[in-house]
C-alpha cells in the first residue's frame, strides 16, 4: 500500500525550493540576469581544473572495469588513505583509512551518522538557525530533533538554553560551523565550553553523547582565516563533509564521514556505516567521482568571490540601518528583517525581484538568508535595487 | 550512544564477500589467474566507449558549473525524458518523465520503493532463491521480508507455497527476473499468473498488492530472446534498474525507479521518492553519471561473453552428472551440489581452487552459484579443475 507517511509529506514544499523555482519562473519574462536571486546556496565558482583534468586522464588510461567496477563497502582504500592524510596534513589529526568512510555528499554523511550512534526515540540537539533539511533528515531516523534558541547577538551558542534542553534523551549533538544560514563561525571559546558541557552531562547521564559535525562550508572562511577544527575539541567528534561547495560539486553528490581516532569504538562506527548503508540503498559515490577528488583534496575552487560579495552586502545593509552579524564565511548572510514577520518583508522584496529567504524554516524567525554565491556585478546591481525597496518600502536612512 | 542494532549485524559477514576475499588472498599466493574465483557479480566486459567518449566530450565542453551543479531532486529532466523514451521505443511502454526518478543503483531504487508502498510491519514477499542483500534491504525499513520455498524443477514460482505465504499483511511482493541466482527468466506463463492471483488477492484484502521488479539483468539473455517486461503484465509494478550489468558500471552507482504509468497514483509514487530520499540521505545520482549513461540507454557492453562461458558450464556440469536448470541469462548458474550439504562441497571445491557460494545464504540449500562473469580461457581450465575434483572426491561418472 502507498506509504501515507511519505504521502503526507508532499505538501511541505521547500520555502527555498518554492523562490528559486519563482525566481527561475520570473527569469523567463524578464531575463534571469535582472532577477537578484538569493535562494539557493549553488556554487558559483568552477571546480579547479585539477578535477577536470584527473577525470578525463582517468576515462582515458584507466581500464574501464576497474574504474568503473564495484569499490569496496567501506569505500576505496587509495581514496580513504588520501583523505585521512590530507586532514592529518591540514588539521593535525591522526586519522587512519580505517576513520574514513566515503558518501554521497553530507546528505549521505548524515544519515549514516545518525544512525550509527542514536536508535530511534533519541534526541539530537542543534542550534538556530539551521539548514531546515535536518528535520526530515532526523525525524525520518526514527530519531527526534530538537533545537536549541538563538543567541541572535552573535548566533554563537546560546548555552543557557541549551542546557535546558540536553536531558538524557539526547545522546547526539548536531553542529553546523562555518554556519549555514548565518555564516557565522563557532569560535574556539564556544567549542571548548561545548565540549566541556557534553562531557559533564555524558557522565552525568551514564552515557555517550556523540558531536556530529555537518563541514561543508570548513573550507570557505574569509580574511585568510581558518575555522577551528572541531574535532580537536571534543573525542567522541564525527565528522561529515561534503565536496560540494569547497570544490563546488554539488551534483557529483561526494563527501565524507570521518571518525575522530579518538572517538569511542571509531573503527567500529565506520564499519556500522558498512552495515546502515545496505538499508538505506547507498552502496558508496560514484569510484570516478572517489578517484577524482581524491586528487584535489588539499585544494578548493577560487573562492575570493564570495568574501568579495560579503564585504559589498553586509557594508551595504549596515547602512541601510540592518541588524546583522557580519558573517566569518560560508556565503550566506542572515541579518534582521526590517519588519517583526520577515515572511512579510520577504514578499514585499519580490516585487522589487529581491529574491530572499525568511528565517522561519531555518528555526528563526525576524530573519532573512542571502545566498550570495552569485556574481559580483550582480551583487552590486542587487544592491541598487535593495536600497530602492528599503527606501520605499520602509522609508528608512538616506544612502549616505 | 552507538547503535546496538547496526553493531550487532558486523558479525554477520556476506559469504560472497567472505569468499571473494580468500580468492583474493589465495591469488596472492598462487597467482590470481590460478583462482578459478566464481564468487562476485562484477562485470567483465568493458562499457561501451560511447559512454566514456560521452562523459569526456562532456568535461571537455560543458560548463562546470551546469555539469556539476545541483540537479533537481527527483532527477535531471532530461535524462529522465531519454530513460523513459528508451523504456516505450524497447518495450512498448507509456512512460513519461513523471514515472522516472533517477537512483545510485538498484540498492538506490529498492530502497525507494520499498518504503514507498510498505509501511514498518508490513510484509514483503519475496521467492527463493533470491539475492542474499534483501533481508538488509527490506529488514531495516521495518517491513518484514518473507521467502516462498522454490520451485527447484524450473525455479519458476511456486504458486502453491506462495498462496500459503500470501497474507492481508503482504503488501508488496518483489520479484528479480532474470534472476540472480539461477540466471532464470520467469517465463510470459508465470507473469501472467502471478499477476492474476495478485489482482485477486488484493480485491480479497481490500487493498493494493505492488509488485517491484528488480531487474538489473533485464538486458542479459541468451539466444537473442528477451525477457519479458514485467510492467506489461501488472498494472501496479515498480521497476528498479540498475547499469551496473548491461553496461559493466556497477561501481559508479546508477540506475532507476520506472513506476508503471497504469500503477496507482505513479506520479505521486514517483514524488514520493524526492521525499523518502531526504531521510535516507540520497539526493540523486552523480550529474556527470547521470548525462553519461543517458547517452547509452539502447547500448549494452558486449555480452556475448556470458552466453558463451554459460554453454561451456552447463554442458560440463551436464556431462559430469550435475543436476542443473538452464540459465537463460545473467551471468550465473545454479547448479544442485553432490553432497547434501552444499557448504561442505563448496568447502572440499576450495581444495581446488574452485570458488563457489553454497546456495543456503539465497534460501535454497543443497546447490551452489557460479558466477561466471570471468575470462572464457580462464572458465575452460577451471572445468578441468572442476572434472577433476568431481573424480577425485565423488568418483561420479568419467569424462566423456
Do not use: W
Amino acid at each position: 500500500m502507498i506509504s501515507e507517511q511519505y504521502k503526507s509529506m508532499l505538501g511541505g514544499k521547500s520555502v527555498i525550493r518554492e523562490l528559486s523555482e519563482f525566481a527561475a519562473a520570473r527569469g523567463k519574462e524578464i531575463g534571469y540576469e535582472n532577477v537578484f536571486d538569493y535562494s539557493l546556496g549553488n556554487p558559483s565558482v568552477p571546480v579547479p581544473h585539477t578535477f577536470t583534468d584527473t577525470l578525463i586522464k582517468l576515462l582515458k588510461e584507466k581500464d574501464p572495469m576497474e574504474l568503473h567496477g564495484y569499490s569496496p563497502s567501506l569505500g576505496i582504500a587509495s581514496v580513504k588513505e588520501k583523505i585521512a592524510d590530507s586532514l592529518n596534513r591540514r588539521f593535525s589529526m591522526n586519522y587512519k583509512p580505517e576513520h574514513i568512510f566515503p558518501t554521497s555528499g553530507a546528505a549521505a554523511a548524515l544519515a549514516h551518522a545518525f544512525r550509527a550512534v542514536t536508535a530511534p526515540g533519541d534526541e539530537i540537539l542543534t542550534f538556530a538557525p539551521f539548514f531546515p533539511e535536518y528535520h526530515p533528515y532526523v525525524d525520518l531516523t526514527g530519531a527526534k530533533l530538537k533545537v536549541v534558541p538563538a543567541d541572535t547577538n552573535n548566533f554563537q551558542i546560546n548555552f543557557a538554553a541549551m542546557e535546558e534542553l540536553l536531558t538524557s534523551k539526547v545522546t547526539a549533538v548536531l553542529i553546523n560551523t562555518p554556519n549555514n544560514p548565518t555564516g557565522v563561525v563557532y569560535s574556539e571559546e564556544t567549542l571548548k565550553k561545548l565540549a566541556c558541557v557534553l562531557t559533564e552531562k555524558a557522565e552525568q547521564f551514564g552515557h555517550d553523547i556523540f558531536l556530529i559535525s555537518d563541514e561543508p562550508y570548513r573550507e570557505i572562511v574569509f580574511e585568510e582565516k581558518k575555522a577551528p577544527y572541531v574535532s580537536q575539541y571534543y573525542p567522541n567528534t564525527i565528522v561529515c563533509y561534503s565536496f560540494s561547495k569547497s570544490l563546488s560539486l554539488p551534483g557529483e553528490r561526494i563527501g565524507y564521514v570521518a571518525v575522530n581516532p579518538e572517538c569511542r569504538e571509531a573503527e567500529t562506527i565506520v564499519q556500522m556505516c558498512g552495515q546502515i548503508s545496505r538499508g538505506i540503498g547507498h552502496n558508496c559515490p560514484s569510484s570516478l567521482i572517489q578517484l577524482g577528488v581524491a586528487e584535489v583534496l588539499d585544494e578548493t575552487s577560487d573562492l575570493q568571490v564570495y568574501e568579495v560579495n560579503r564585504n559589498l552586502i553586509y557594508d551595504c545593509l549596515i547602512r541601510l540601518g540592518f541588524t546583522c552579524v557580519k558573517p566569518d564565511g560560508t556565503f550566506y548572510i542572515f541579518p534582521k528583517a526590517l519588519e517583526e514577520d520577515a515572511k512579510e518583508f520577504c514578499k514585499k522584496a519580490l516585487d522589487y525581484d529581491l529574491i530572499l529567504v525568511p528565517g522561519d524554516s531555518f528555526g528563526c524567525p525576524g530573519y532573512f538568508r542571502m545566498a550570495y554565491c552569485i556574481e559580483t556585478e550582480k551583487v552590486m546591481r542587487s544592491l541598487i535595487m535593495l536600497e530602492k525597496f528599503v527606501k520605499e518600502v520602509y522609508g528608512v536612512k538616506e544612502s549616505v
